[in-house]
């Protein structure tokens, strides 16, 4: 579905990112593993159209989608949830999800649709659907911030760090969301610090480390590699 080849960015002098492989099968659910700074957010910027490569080929469904500008890759089906939530803190909680639905404006019925999708997989939004996003705790924040995606329709959901400043009862809750988002068939690739939780209910992942893909493999495979636990389980 997904496949970088050779990827390289650059800003300026620094190379953030260095011939980058990665792929991401349909209906596959895979995790970027790595430290803070070692460009999982900015190979995530690059797919969705926000970061230009400067060698290599980004390609979705076979098509290449290099240089593609981020509103087109969200018409493709390309959707990221980014990292600290960004949401709109002074409007409402349906308000904010609405915005995620702007490509698809005009179908009212799917719009419709889709917030009671939503709402089922969130229940406590549909409460709260008249506050304040700003008012919201943080999971309930990431909440707004998934469930916003979700509503442009995504083939592919891209979500940065969700577990982030979470308390660990809700990260739990977070990740078995993730997963039943997952097996209703959206494709997901997920960027993690928390590999303890995200190798769980990840098919595949890969590590990143400097910008560069230093490791990868099935989860069970990730999970008991010594160096992997060593450095991201702490076991
Ligand atoms: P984090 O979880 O902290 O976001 P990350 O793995 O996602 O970490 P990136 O944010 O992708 O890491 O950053 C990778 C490297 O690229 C870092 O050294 C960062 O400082 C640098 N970087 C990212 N964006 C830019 C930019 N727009 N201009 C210059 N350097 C950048």
């Known amino acids: 579905m997904l496949k970088l080849t050779?990827?390289?960015v650059k800003f300026g002098?620094?190379?953030?990112?260095s011939h980058i492989n990665l792929e991401v099968g349909e209906g596959e659910?895979?995790?970027l593993l790595g430290a803070n700074g070692a460009g999982k957010s900015t190979i995530f910027n690059t797919i969705s159209g926000l970061n230009r490569p400067s060698k290599g080929d980004i390609r979705f469904f076979g098509n290449s989608v290099r240089g593609h500008s981020p509103d087109k890759m969200v018409?493709?089906?390309?959707?990221?949830c980014a990292e600290g939530k960004k949401l709109f803190s002074d409007m409402s909680v349906e308000e904010n999800l609405m915005m995620g639905g702007f490509v698809h404006r005009g179908k009212r019925q799917q719009l419709k649709q889709s917030l009671t999708e939503v709402y089922d997989l969130f229940p406590i939004l549909k409460d709260k659907r008249e506050d304040p996003a700003g008012s919201l705790s943080g999971g309930q924040q990431q909440m707004v911030a998934i469930g916003r995606a979700l509503m442009?329709?995504?083939?592919?959901?891209m979500m940065d760090e969700p577990s982030m400043g979470l308390a660990p009862l809700i990260v739990e809750q977070m990740f078995s969301i993730i997963q039943e988002i997952n097996k209703s068939g959206t494709t997901v690739l997920l960027a993690e610090q928390n590999a303890n939780a995200a190798l769980k209910i990840a098919d595949r992942g890969y590590v990143v480390e400097n910008g560069v893909i230093v490791?990868?493999?099935k989860s069970e495979e990730l999970f008991n590699d010594d160096a992997i636990r060593k450095a991201y389980i702490g076991a």
């Open 6 to 8: 050779d990827v390289t």
């Open 215 to 217: 490791l990868q493999g």
């Open 75 to 80: 018409k493709a089906g390309v959707v990221q």
């Open 152 to 157: 442009a329709k995504p083939k592919l959901i």
């Open 13 to 17: 002098l620094f190379e953030a990112l």
């Open 29 to 31: 659910l895979v995790v």
